[in-house]
């Protein structure tokens, strides 16, 4: 009987500390898609603020994603809509925080992971820390109370915040790299972290579910870029029957000239260097002949419009 | 590889302690004391790797001593039985040098292990100094050795044990494993308390049944040094890392708000590591020796220090002040000066000298460097003023009318002995004993409210925000050190009120350090702050 009531006691505990860590997050969540309502990553979590099921495209990944594609490009080359959730030293179990957010309002039907963040090792600590901010986001905006008052409290969650670049990061720094050369073949592969698998594995799940098709991009860096992390991504793509897109070693066709197209002396691209990138990315997802083309449908006039504005601020930038 | 650097991780608090607790609450009870032993080893292995080897050497290295000091003694016992009395002295004479010879050897061992892998880099980086300074072309190499987690804890734990063996406190361990055991209870070894063998050593080895109310007493606890640890320590790491690594940039004001919440960071991280591992043992049925008894109430240095880090003052009491007070020609020295001096004085000289080794050892204790023994000598000043002219302050006072037991004169006295506390601290944290001046000197001469007025002192890690919550959390600990201070137990009240009652605290402060803790990417966590002593 002693033992029947210690039990029942400490479920009741459980029970009730679940309810006030919901409540709990329910009111420190943040309400709007903004930094002053605490939302972290403001432009990849532009896409919460997009109209509903109206991206076919979206990418995850690290600062190598937002730095590599500029989704107006491939707008202006395809008519596809493609929004970049990826944000800084974005890590694979945010990835799919990323993605599962990106699902909740939008059926894109490509999925693309761009690669470098699968070399960087989320950890057991981290990716339990991931599942219990998903289940109590209090874990994840546990400093909310600094941004929002008693009234934010109860508010309900509306996102009002669209990015006008659709997640790209834009800059026209030119920093060349010294190296240019830095595919060296081999038959080495860099080890992919347990976890990190695991989570991969969890995004392919996500998109079968979703009826979304994932492919692997490795965008061009002579920095975090090498053949044993190429051999690695292919094991991976070829074990979970996806497509895999390395751009290293496709130089002859984007044309990356390390001179000129990177921000940071070969670590990430620059303005010049993601259009080369977008360009390559837009006949490849127009060969896939998964998507339609959107610039006459007046359901997207609004992208059109972005276009031009985008096309201003980009002559403007490099007058 | 697993690692640890602190208890505080989820690794630890979330799966090494509900584990350990699960298979020690499911097994017989002979295998209980197996379950402790073997996580005991498996979390020291996880806080150093390899270097568990110096713990096992250290246990075994401790129960040959022990035995071997035991034997001397029973023989010395054998010997005596019909022996007349010169024959006995003789005999108890020669049994005494052995003991000796024995307890040198064991305590060169360990304190000499100690000396080599903490503090030879430091003697050879000084001698090579003074080498320099005396024209000298030759160097020491330096060398560099990789500290076992604890070392400093269970060394003294080790030293402890075989000086009781010695003394006949208690008797020698021939069981191993129970020894082992009383070496490296897991909860303890990374920041103590340091043992003594006769509180602890029989407890673990008896390993006792799990108790729903030790387990909820000691849940209580943990929680309580979460509090301490993650709401207030770790929001102030980036503040104070940011004033004393670039203590040149920073006004008097801005290094005065670092100085006292370094102290008060040090005292919520190392206390709230106490609570932990003491709410850990309970959870267990250990009962582990309290380290802190509400420190910042003390009206002296002398009795901050008999209720901050009290383990470590208390083995310097019994093992270094008493054995050398209690010294030959120390007592020669009394004796005499006492006759010279008058009994206020005359005691004091020989007190005095014990004291000084015993604050020399204090500061090398926590650190192979000068500012630690700085920090050291700095408490030995105030005590011994403390001795010299406390006469002449009950005189003054009684003269002056002030009753010395009032409130006031009281606060008056916390107060001081916290500031002067600060001050010490602030020679303990600085990076080396130049920085340590520098930074005091900055605090009389460069005294000014400009960078509050400006709003320079929120922009270096922590804002007003921050600042609010630290205080309210640091009012609550005033608050629960007052009732204590007072004999009221709030643990013993929360236990007593109904369900609904006491539920509601626990979702109160739960509520509390889940949204007020400083976690997650926009904070740096606090190392464990004792770990490297």
Redesign the interface.
Known sequence: MLYFKRFSQILVFFIGLTVVLRGLSLAFMPKNNVEDSGMEAVRANGILGEKANTIDVVVIGDSESFCSISPMEIWNKTGYTVYVCGSNSQPVNYSLKMLKRAFTNQKPKIVILETNTIFRNVGLKNTVLASLGETFSIFDYNDGWKKIGIKDMFKKASYTYTDDKKGYGYSSVIRPSKKTEYMFPTEEREKIASTNYHLIEKIKDICDDNGAKLIFLSTPSTINWNYSRHNSVKDLSENLGCEYIDMNLINDEIKIDWTKDTRDKGDHLNHTGAVKASEYLSRYLEESKLLSDHRNDNNYKSWNELYKRYLKQMEGKHL | MLTLNTFF???FL?GILPCVIVLYGIVPQKARRWVLLLSSYFVFWAFSGKLIVYLLFSTLSVHHFGLWLSGIQMEEQQLLSGLSKDEKKSVKKRSKNKQYAVIFLAVVIHIGLLLILKYSAFFATNINTLLGVMGSDYSLEVPKYILPIGISFYTLQAVSYIVDVYRKKIQADTNLLRLAMFMSFFPQILEGPICRYSDTADTLWQAPKLK?ENFLLGLQRIVFGIFKKLVIADRLNLFIQNVFNDYRQYDGFIITVGVALYTLQLYAEFSGTMDLVIGSGQIFGITLPENFKRPFFSSSISEFWKRWHITLGAWFKDYIFYPLSMSGPLKKLTAKSRKKLGNHFGPLISGSIALFCVWLCNGLWHGPAWHYIFFGMYHFAFILLGNIFDPYFSRLAAFCRINRRALPYRCFQIVRTTVLVCIGELFFRSNGLKAGMIMFKKMITEFSLKSLADGTVFKLGI?A?DLIIVLISTGILFFVGLLQENGVSIRDGIMKKN?VAR?AI??AV??FI????A????YLPVDPMYANF
Not at chain 2, 519 to 522: F, L, S, V, W
């Open positions: 991780r989820l690794f979330l729903y804002d925000y369900i539920f626990y979702y739960i509520a889940v949204v007020f803790g976690y997650g990417i926009n």
